[in-house]
């Protein structure tokens, strides 16, 4: 059994209320902090224990608070991003939802690592329930004196603020989420600058996941050594997994990175194994926008080793046979699964929610989407295979923001890995047209 | 002061200059298209990506290439920094790339388009696009809306640089257009439905770089390549007064801000002098206006070509003794 750090109390009843989350050791990284550490010690200890964004891009924590522009009398902001709206990935909600304290804690410790006298939640518009009981839960923080002027004598003084968005995916990518909390439209800001030069108001910002910011006052606690003793190389710390599909037991399990992804599929004591009895047909590992592998790819890399859930070992092997952590939507698809059609309805997805600021991303998802969808009403051709292998190879990479490459890999990892269910949906175009039809190996001897 | 090299060429440019406005320093056809990118807008660009580029070197400190192709409007120059336009195989492709994503909601009327002639998509596709689609679906349509009796949108032609949107936002006091929707819906409009009204609002029309803002007063009266761009100015209370007119016979069609080289307007003008002084009599005529040979707006001779001494030197006798007694005419500025 692993070690859960973020979610060891998650089922206390009334955790979500101050006395009780006090009661389970709530709010010891901010006294700590505020009353024996300075600012860069806090930042040091991030650093020290390896800590990776949590929110799908991996980069370090630590290494990305030290990049933020200091200059004299410019006020600087943290802003958690709390956008999560990635498809197959939930895991965010239920922190925020059974353990508004932790946020908040996180992002009291992590503002005053960053000198950030006003911090904001950015928080997705369809999670309005979750927006009150966190807003619930700040009342509470300031009614006790961890927020508000003066946290616990220290003379540290932090206001903190949560944001709904009006729920576009697009807002979740750290520039559209500045632009849309400064009231614009959220359309991705050219880069450079960076944020951590000019973010919110032009001002240096640095934008965190929720459970990153979750994991500091862990790691404040515990030290940054400590907590880099879990895991595997430069994978370090626990990292929560929202496992959905078709899994006996789909559900957010907080992991040790280094967990053997056969492990967690079939164990009993993670997911449980593949429901009615099927076999495991793909996998979709890190949220919706991460490369799709077959089973035999997800299970072992292509030099035979154990594929582990560590950023690494994920995308071993590259886009050629790997994938990447994501955000830990994992998402497991059984044999009665259509590519075709799921790559379809991935691509509607993004089709639905590019922005529409740049023009490859603009016209390319649409077309990706027409295309999709011809082919699996039976209508494809032949080269329309190809042809979206060569539109998604025009947006990635020339886009502004990331959503791009989002919309591309899916559909380039579906035509790498899974070709002959694309074919058979020409060859066998009526068969595959009716509803529920999915390609069989045997299907191609009919 | 920074020293790049774009495709091989050397230039030194002060430190923040953008990539591309460096390469318009070197001039010529190296200089990377640009659809949306508009130096009079400020936090115009980086868009329509037709100018990606390569940055083979990053600078002289870090001289690693970038990992992807950026956008040479809003990247501004490094000290020792290598850019690879035409010289990269990869960045041709991409722009080719560029052309069909462009195009492949475009409706493509310019038979009946007043832009055509003048159109920064018509050009782009020509030099950098294939000739053929390979795209079978439907193209996007929009519902027609009304923006007042001046400015005509066509929100199919649109590729949405957002320069119309910068332009109301910058040059004007009352920005009533956005864009709405999101993605491929994303559109042109105004919220709730309501008219562009105000001294400056023409100048949208100049901005656009295809046929989705055009001007009413000129709607199919000619192609323009049928009209000759004349200067002239007035004394305007309002703005600079500096023109282009463009005439037909004798008769004065429509009336544009002046431009630059790369379609940027130089000076901007008032709605009065846009679509209201049509006569003569209004202006003071200073010449013909230039007009880039390549374009085709020149193909009616208006300019003729001025040939330099070697060509001259390899005519034949009696055709140099008739240039020599006719000098071709020099027209323009």
Request: charged letters at 25%.
């Amino acid at each position: 059994m692993g070690r859960k750090l973020l979610t060891e109390h998650i089922n206390v009843e009334g955790i979500d209320t101050f006395e009780v989350y006090r009661k389970h050791g709530g709010y010891r990284s901010v006294e700590k902090a505020l009353k024996t550490m300075s600012p860069d010690e806090v930042v040091e200890e991030v650093k020290k224990s390896g800590l990776r964004g949590r929110g799908g891009a991996g980069f370090p924590t630590g290494m990305k608070w030290s990049f933020l522009a200091k200059p004299e009398g410019v006020p600087r902001y943290l802003v958690c991003n709390a956008d999560e709206s990635e498809p197959g990935t939930f895991k965010d909600r239920q922190l925020m939802s059974k353990l508004p304290h932790l946020l908040i804690e996180g992002m009291i410790t992590s503002s005053y690592a960053l000198g950030a006298n006003t911090s904001y939640i950015y928080i997705r518009g369809e999670l309005l329930y979750v927006l009150r009981i966190l807003e619930k839960a700040i009342a509470e923080a300031y009614a006790n004196g961890f927020l508000g002027k003066n946290i616990l004598g220290s003379g540290y003084d932090l206001d903190l603020h949560v944001h709904p968005g009006g729920g576009a995916y697009i807002c979740g990518e750290e520039t559209a989420l500045l632009e849309s909390l400064e009231g614009k439209r959220g359309n991705p800001r050219n880069k450079p600058p960076f944020p951590a030069m000019q973010g919110l108001y032009a001002r240096p910002t640095v934008v965190n996941n929720v459970e990153s910011i979750a994991a500091v006052p862990v790691i404040v606690n515990e030290g940054g050594d400590e907590y880099a003793k879990i895991g595997v190389g430069r994978s370090t710390g626990t990292k929560l997994i929202s496992a959905c599909g078709h899994l006996n037991k789909p559900g957010i399990y907080e992991i040790e990175l280094g967990l053997p992804v056969e492990e967690f599929i079939y164990s009993d004591e993670y997911c449980g194994g593949i429901w009615k009895g099927r076999e495991l047909k793909a996998v979709v590992a890190g949220g919706s926008s991460v490369p799709i592998l077959p089973k035999e790819l997800i299970l072992k890399t292509a030099a035979g080793e154990n594929r582990l859930m560590t950023y690494e070992s994920l995308s071993d092997g590259g886009f050629v046979t790997g994938t990447m952590l994501g955000s830990g939507g994992f998402i497991a698809m059984d044999e009665t699964t259509c590519i075709v059609r799921n790559t379809w309805n991935f691509s509607r997805f993004y089709h639905h929610e590019s922005c529409g600021q740049c023009s490859p991303c603009r016209e390319g998802t649409g077309w990706m989407e027409k295309v999709l969808h011809r082919l699996e009403h039976g209508h494809g051709h032949m080269e329309d295979i190809d042809l979206l292998v060569s539109v998604a190879k025009q947006i990635e990479g020339n886009t502004i923001c990331p959503l791009g490459e989002a919309a591309a890999w899916p559909v380039a990892a579906a035509v790498r890995h899974f070709r002959h269910e694309f074919e058979w949906h020409v060859t066998h175009a009526k068969e595959a047209a009716q509803p529920g039809a999915v390609y069989r190996p045997s299907a191609v001897l009919v | 002061m920074a020293k790049i090299t774009f495709d091989g060429v050397e230039v030194e440019v002060p430190d923040g200059t953008t990539i591309l406005n460096a390469a318009r320093q070197i001039g010529g056809s190296i200089v990377p298209p640009a659809m949306c990118y508009y130096t009079p807008l400020k936090g115009s660009g980086g868009k329509c990506r037709a100018c990606l580029v390569r940055v083979a070197a990053g600078s002289a400190k870090d001289p690693r290439p970038m990992p992807k192709l950026v956008a040479s409007c809003v990247t501004p120059v490094q000290d020792g920094m290598v850019v690879e336009n035409t010289t990269s195989e990869q960045v041709l492709n991409v722009r080719k790339g560029i052309v069909e994503m462009l195009l492949i909601n475009h409706p493509l009327d310019c038979p009946v388009c007043d832009q055509a002639g003048e159109c920064d998509l018509q050009n782009f596709a020509f030099e950098h696009g294939v000739s053929t689609t390979r795209y079978q679906e439907e193209r996007r349509t929009f519902e027609k809306i009304d923006i007042g009796p001046l400015i005509q949108l066509h929100m199919t032609r649109c590729i949405l640089c957002y320069r119309c949107v910068y332009t109301a936002n910058q040059i004007t006091d009352n920005r009533v257009h956005g864009v709405l929707g999101r993605g491929d819906a994303a559109e042109i409009g105004t919220y709730i439905e309501n008219i562009i009204d105000n001294d400056f609002s023409g100048n949208v029309i100049d901005v656009c770089p295809v046929g989705a803002l055009t001007d009413k007063t000129f709607r199919f009266k000619s192609r323009v390549w049928f009209t000759k761009p004349v200067n002239a100015h007035r004394d305007c209370p309002k703005c600079s007064g500096n023109v282009v007119l463009w005439y037909k016979g004798k008769e004065v069609l429509r009336t544009t801000a002046r431009k630059d080289q790369y379609g940027e307007v130089k000076e901007w003008i008032c709605n009065e002098c846009r679509f209201e002084k049509k006569e003569t009599s209004d202006w003071t005529i200073e010449g013909p206006a230039h007009i880039d040979r390549s374009s085709v707006i020149s193909a009616n001779h208006y300019e003729l070509p001025v040939l330099n001494q070697s060509v001259i030197a390899d005519l034949p006798e009696s055709t140099q003794r008739e240039l020599a007694q006719n000098p071709p005419l020099k027209l323009g500025s």
